[in-house]
């Protein structure tokens, strides 16, 4: 498992998770109502990351892609 720090404008999380999509997604799913979100979300293991400070290692994930697939995970959950 990895320690992963999540960052999307307003949101700014640390998650150990197994992988970069599963941290990301987590980090949806505990989003409030006064979160805002960026068009991106930035996650590294180095630290929190944004436009500015991102490099080659850090992980950038389009937002909608995160809702896409913390969508699917909800849906699999329900389905059980």
Partial sequence: MGKY??????LQITLSKKDVLE???S???LTNK???LDEYFYID????RDYISADK???VIQ???IVRAAWREL???DDE
């Fill in 63 to 65: 937002t909608k892609s």
């Fill in 5 to 10: 720090y999540i960052r999307s404008n307003t």
């Fill in 75 to 77: 849906s699999k959950e």
């Fill in 23 to 25: 941290a990301a997604i």
């Fill in 34 to 36: 006064f979160d805002t």
């Fill in 27 to 29: 980090g949806f799913l």
């Fill in 57 to 59: 290692e850090t992980k």
């Fill in 45 to 48: 293991e180095r630290g929190y």
